[in-house]
C-alpha cells in the first residue's frame, strides 16, 4: 500500500519541478508573463569594480546601443556562445560583461585563454547587479539602447539564429529612425 505521508509532498516536489521546467522552457516566449519584468525601465544605478579594477557605473551602458552579457568561467552555455561573441566583438558591437558569481581568477584566466569580446567587464562575485537586473541564470544577454533603456533579454546561448530572428529585428528600426532624423 502507497504511504500518503510520502507520497503527498513527493507529489508536491514533482509539479514544483514540472513548473519550474516550463518556465525555463518558456523564458524565451514573448508571451510568458516571466519573460522580461525590466523590459522598457531603465538599467538600474550601479557602481562596481571590473576585472580589471577600474570602477564603472551605469553609464558604461549608456550612449549606444549595447549588449550587456550575464556570464560566469564556470557556465557551460557561456562557453558554447562565446565564439559568436567574439564575431560580434569583432563586427564592432558595444558588448559589457557582467561576470555573475564567478572567482575573479577563473574570469581572467577564461578570458586569457578564450579571447575577450567585452570592452568591460564588472566584477559581480554575490550576484546582487545581475539580480537587479532581473538575471537569475547564465547566459543571459540584454540589449539596451543608447538611452540606457532595456529593449530585450535573451536567456541561453546567443547565436547567430537568436541574433538575427530577437536583436536585430530590435536594433535595424531604431537605427533607420536614428539616420532618418539626422538627413
Not at 52 to 69: A, F, P, S
Not at 120 to 135: N, T, W, Y
Request: charged fraction near 20%.
Amino acid at each position: 500500500m502507497i504511504n500518503l505521508r510520502f507520497s503527498i509532498p513527493l507529489a508536491g516536489a514533482i509539479a514544483f519541478i514540472v513548473a519550474l521546467s516550463w518556465m525555463l522552457v518558456n523564458t524565451d516566449n514573448d508571451e510568458a508573463p516571466t519573460q522580461f519584468a525590466m523590459k522598457g525601465q531603465t538599467v538600474p544605478t550601479f557602481s562596481y569594480a571590473t576585472l580589471e579594477n577600474e570602477l564603472v557605473d551605469e553609464t558604461v551602458l549608456k550612449g549606444k546601443w549595447t549588449l550587456l552579457n550575464v556570464w560566469a568561467s564556470w557556465c557551460v552555455v557561456c562557453k558554447k556562445e562565446h565564439d559568436f561573441l567574439m564575431t560580434l566583438s569583432r563586427q564592432g558591437v558595444p558588448i559589457i560583461g557582467l561576470n555573475y558569481r564567478d572567482r575573479k581568477e577563473a574570469a581572467l584566466n577564461t578570458l586569457k585563454h578564450t579571447g575577450n569580446p567585452y570592452r568591460a567587464v564588472i566584477f559581480d562575485p554575490s550576484g546582487a547587479l545581475a539580480i537587479e537586473f532581473g538575471s537569475l541564470v547564465t547566459p543571459d544577454t540584454y540589449l539596451i539602447d543608447e538611452h540606457g533603456t532595456l529593449i530585450h533579454r535573451h536567456t541561453g546561448e546567443l547565436n547567430n539564429e537568436v541574433w538575427e530572428t530577437e536583436f536585430l529585428p530590435r536594433i535595424q528600426p531604431a537605427q533607420h529612425r536614428h539616420q532618418s532624423k539626422e538627413e
